[in-house]
């Protein structure tokens, strides 16, 4: 399996989501053993909750551990050009945005984070300031124009 560039923020984000998930789930056995002891499993309401908060925990705890593991945190060799992990302020019929681009696991549009996979993402990696490119997006085409590249945070 390939592995997946993170920036520094995104690899700690989700270590840290791991590590919570790990402590939480200490409670979860906890309350499945106590929900247990209530007597009749079938029509034991606490234990079925409590059975699916573990499952819950432990699905997300094996789907963190397969991304992590499979996981490296990119170092931006910054040439001047759009790459994951760069900050790119790009000008737009609508203004100037700036974007992060990460992989997508990071990616939050409403905190400005775009994935690479995603067709502006696409558009923009290894583009340079002055470089303008043309996205088909669900309402048209949209040009963008690249004003600034930053090393993301």
């Known amino acids: 399996m390939n592995k997946t560039p993170f920036?520094?923020?995104?690899?700690k984000n989700l270590v840290n989501e791991k590590e919570k998930l790990t402590k939480s789930r200490v409670d979860a056995v906890a309350n499945l053993k106590t929900a247990r002891e209530?007597?009749?499993?079938?029509?034991n309401a606490a234990y079925r909750v409590a059975r699916s908060k573990l499952?819950?925990?432990?699905?997300r705890l094996r789907f963190l551990t397969k991304i992590l593991d499979n996981a490296y945190i990119m170092e931006v060799d910054f040439k001047g050009m759009v790459d994951v992990g760069c900050l790119v302020t790009v000008e737009t019929k609508f203004g100037n945005q700036t974007y992060q681009i990460v992989n997508s696991h990071?990616?939050?549009i409403a905190n400005g984070k775009i994935s690479y996979y995603s067709p502006v993402g696409r558009a923009l990696i290894g583009k340079r300031v002055d470089?303008?490119?043309e996205i088909v997006t669900p309402n048209g085409k949209t040009s963008y124009k690249i004003k600034e590249i930053k090393i993301g945070c």
């Open 7 to 11: 920036t520094k923020q995104g690899y």
């Open 38 to 43: 209530m007597g009749d499993l079938s029509e």
């Open 55 to 59: 499952s819950s925990v432990d699905r």
């Open 106 to 108: 990071e990616s939050d």
């Open 131 to 133: 470089d303008v490119v």
